[in-house]
């Protein structure tokens, strides 16, 4: 294992966080990213599930992460007319939190800081590769080209490597679209991590740093295909006139200026994330819809994960397949996990969000804290 080089296809959080996890194991690793750095930084808000938080220990980096964050150790699901009828927390578990919320360039900047100097090229789009006996040839849109001798793909879900190396295996659009956005700390709406519940549609708020907070809309498209391509915060006001006035009052003091669109997506289970000298991870290898913060969450959990395969005197190549073998499993089972979250909250038919709403309700605290212990619960020691 001595001297091998491993180059890491995107330098967002995946990209970061395996870079950081093979360099702590002694591996020169590093990041090819296509986008400038100010591109990565993208996006109005970051939800971390306890999962992450405890492989970002691990990594080094989660005592900075905290510190420019917000935590919660809970996550309250409301009616449409504002009822709570669900709170999933970790309160009794010692020292643990169950959310902790960032913004993106803040956490970034933290992982940037922990690697190597060097560790990080922007503006370098890899166009073709060859994978022979001994190593991997880059080839990048800049002309310029480097040798390696592992390739790993942190390409995100519109992943380059996995069109190339699995051209059978497609995106799918999952017919939901969703909207984002931001507001200042003097827009007089109580931040806490909430989603609600109904016919409509979902509505999620999130508390960030400096008493701002992020909310997201999740939509159905609609049967006749209607786009939602043109709408802004006043046809999002009148899609959830009937929701309770918190949602209200958020959306009539977002600025159009400040909300982003776009479509949800899913990747279809991947069999081997290991083909050849290529290891796929993150988005690249289990694209889901991000709930509970698992998005980024899984990105990270992989990076620790392959920390512990990775050990002295052993071949990368038997790490790398060890690693596939524990997260084919363990991305099925949040994938199933979420699927099954994912259908209960967006039921359409009003009858049945009524009746799913007096189930929840009814379940004991210890039901929610216990599933998310299971989906937060990973061993990060190596």
Not at 66 to 93: H, M, P
Not at 327 to 339: D, F, I
Request: hydrophobic fraction near 40%; proline fraction near 3%; glycine fraction near 8%.
């Amino acid at each position: 294992m001595a001297g091998e080089r491993v180059a890491i296809i995107g330098g967002g959080i995946g990209g970061m966080c395996t870079a950081r996890a093979l360099q702590i194991r002694g591996i020169k690793a590093e990041v090819y990213e296509k986008g400038t750095q100010s591109n990565l930084s993208s996006g109005p808000g970051l939800i971390l599930g306890g999962n992450a938080l405890k492989a970002l220990d691990a990594l080094g980096v989660g005592t900075d992460i905290r510190k420019a964050g917000v935590s919660s150790d809970s996550f309250t699901i409301y009616s449409e007319w504002g009822r709570s009828i669900a709170d999933l927390n970790c309160r009794s578990q010692k020292d643990s939190t169950a959310f902790l919320f960032i913004l993106p360039e803040d956490f970034l900047a933290i992982l940037k800081a922990s690697l190597s100097p060097g560790t990080l090229h922007y503006q370098k789009e890899l166009i073709d590769f060859e994978d022979n006996d001994h190593n991997i040839h880059l080839i990048f849109k800049d002309g310029t080209a480097v040798s390696c001798d592992y390739l790993i793909g942190c390409d995100g879900k519109h992943s380059f490597l996995r069109s190339r190396l699995l051209p059978d295996i497609k995106l799918k659009f999952s017919g939901y679209t969703a909207w984002r956005g931001v507001l200042d700390p003097d827009c007089d709406a109580r931040a806490l991590y909430t989603e609600t519940w109904g016919p409509r549609g979902r509505f999620g708020t999130v508390p960030l740093p400096d008493g701002r907070l992020y909310w997201y809309a999740i939509k159905k498209i609609a049967p006749d295909g209607a786009s939602y391509e043109k709408w802004a915060s006043l046809d999002l006001l009148f899609n959830f006139f009937s929701y309770h006035e918190h949602i209200q009052r958020i959306l009539e003091k977002t600025e159009d200026k400040h909300i982003v669109r776009h479509d949800l997506y899913e990747l279809e289970p991947l069999r081997q994330y290991l083909i050849g000298r290529i290891l796929l991870l993150g988005d690249s290898a289990h694209a889901a819809h991000a709930d509970l913060g698992q998005g980024a969450s899984q990105a990270i959990e992989d990076s620790i994960c392959l920390a512990k395969r990775v050990k002295q005197g052993h071949p990368l190549k038997d790490s790398f397949r060890q690693y596939e073998q524990d997260r084919l499993s363990r991305t099925s089972q949040v994938a199933q996990e979420m699927k099954l979250f994912r259908k209960t909250a967006q039921l359409e038919k009003p009858f049945l969000c009524v009746l799913r709403n007096i189930l929840l309700k009814l379940l004991p605290a210890k039901f929610h804290e216990n599933r998310l212990k299971n989906l937060f619960e990973i061993e990060t020691s190596y």
